[in-house]
């Protein structure tokens, strides 16, 4: 089968969250299950800066109309683990300083979205299905089916779209959407376009897809109310039946502690009970607080209120109140940071925090932590807590989500399924119960490292996820 993702961001070249993993991760599995994957992507300069040695092959320009301009895209080609990459380079669109949040991004990715579609057919590849993400290529449904530049072309090639955020709904005017995409504005004067007076991609998307995914399946029920939506849920809910929650993965290579070049000791599950133990003593010693057998509660994360960092505080207070330590690496909102570091004074030689991003130490944090504090206010999939598992740190999380779909939280009765601790009420004496009970078992450590053996145990792999894609794509080709 021939896939392509075409997608604003993938790993390993351009990065602002987790769609990048999504798509190179997937990408990579279903190389593996022997599909033919191709992965086209903005030539941002970012990606220039950061691989001045990439060495892309130059495949053609292709010139095209937007509303009373031409733009010309030179299309690059890479072969990489497998998957052939073709990166849209024009300067004026992608020779930025970051990937978004510009004023003219619906032109921008109109633009990339229409060299996408026209690369495909001057090349002759005729695709299977084209696995399209979020609002940025949100359009691309209608354009094969509408324009009549492309639908014979593309006439037996479906698509599947992923929603990954709703609250990004690429809204533009109906007129430039006309001009952009060459669509009548007959088509696009439609209440399954529209929103509010202008047309939003991402509803387009949604309503002109083949199939629709998001990335766990208790986000996909989110995605179904007013609140989850963003606005969009009556268009959600009229494909309710295309629709689908499929849980992300994480990499077993990176994240692998029998092997992880950057954690202090390596273990698996035969020896995680002798040898985790001492990368809990180098964390401890990397912020250069005393080493003891006190368990250590930490958090990984962006510094937002949508992490739910009023709990993670006190859920903090309350382990280091009983005695534990509190490990913190992140950067976000200002004053989220502030409220992080005054914990330092509050609980002196009990508290390490880190604002700023270190990959190194986020790998010692997943090793050496015993907790892992996860309790978001929304998390559509979440890896943090995958990750977590992986190294038998166990998660604290509220059931929202992909946390919902990932955690099985210890409740006295269910020991041979947990493998963390959860709540569903955005309430802070629920996490403080959570956290007393995860002390609690700490000092029952059969029972802490049966819970451990547990979350190692859990089965994140790409290649689980993967399959329900395949699955998914054959059901429509």
């Known amino acids: 089968m021939k896939i392509a993702m075409i997608t604003s961001e993938s790993n390993p070249f351009a990065k602002t969250g987790g769609l990048a993993d999504v798509v190179y991760a ?17 030539y941002y300069r970012l990606i220039k800066i950061k691989h001045p040695n990439l060495k892309v092959e130059f495949v053609r320009k292709i010139s095209l109309r937007l509303g009373w301009r031409y733009q010309d895209a030179d299309v690059y080609k890479l072969n990489h683990e497998g998957i052939t990459f073709y990166f849209i380079d024009n300067e004026f669109y992608f020779g930025r300083e970051s990937l978004y ?59 599947v779209l992923t929603i990954h955020n709703p609250a990004f709904q690429g809204v533009l005017d109906v007129f430039r959407a006309q001009e952009f995409y060459h669509l009548t504005y007959e088509l696009l004067d439609n209440y399954h376009f529209k929103f509010y007076d202008s047309v939003s991609s991402l509803k387009a998307g949604i309503y002109a897809a083949d199939k629709l995914t998001t990335v766990s399946p208790t986000h996909a029920l989110e995605l179904q109310t007013k609140e989850g939506a963003k606005g969009l849920e009556h268009v959600i809910l009229s494909r309710k039946d295309d629709f689908s929650g499929i849980l992300n993965g994480i990499d077993y290579e990176e994240f692998d502690p029998s092997k992880d070049p950057l954690i202090a000791k390596n273990y698996s599950k035969t020896d995680f009970k002798q040898n985790k133990v001492e990368n809990h003593d180098a964390l401890l010693k990397r912020f250069n607080l005393p080493i003891s057998d006190a368990p250590i509660f930490a958090i990984v994360t962006r510094l937002t209120w949508q992490k739910g960092v009023d709990l993670i505080i006190a859920g903090a207070r309350k382990a280091l109140r009983r005695g534990g330590y509190f490990i913190a690496l992140g950067s976000g909102e200002y004053e989220v940071e502030q409220m992080l570091n005054n914990l330092i004074n509050e ?100 029972l802490l490292q049966k819970l451990q053996l547990n979350a190692m145990k859990s089965d994140f792999t790409w290649s689980r996820s993967a399959q329900s894609y395949l699955k998914l794509y054959k059901s429509i080709v």
């Open 26 to 42: 997937l990408s990579r599995e279903l190389v593996k299950m022997k599909e033919e994957v191709y992965i086209v992507l903005p």
């Open 101 to 159: 949040s510009y004023g003219d991004d619906d032109e921008r990715f109109a633009f990339f979205t229409r060299a996408s579609v026209e690369l495909f057919k001057q090349l002759n590849i005729k695709l299977d299905l084209i696995h399209l993400h979020d609002w940025q290529v949100g359009m691309l449904p209608l354009l094969i089916k509408h324009n009549g530049e492309y639908v014979d072309f593309y006439k037996n090639t479906k698509t």
């Open 347 to 446: 609980f002196p030689g009990q508290v390490g925090i880190y604002i700023g991003y270190s990959n190194e130490l986020a790998h010692l944090i997943y090793a050496g932590a015993d907790f892992f504090f996860m309790p978001s206010l929304f998390e559509p999939c979440g890896i943090g807590q995958m990750i977590a598992c992986r190294y038998g740190t166990l998660p604290i999380v509220r059931y929202t989500g992909g946390l919902k779909d990932t955690i099985i939280g210890y409740d006295g009765s269910n020991v041979k399924k947990a493998n963390g601790f959860g709540f569903f009420d955005y309430d802070v004496s629920e996490i403080e119960k959570q956290t007393d009970l995860a002390l609690d078992t700490y000092e029952n450590k059969p």
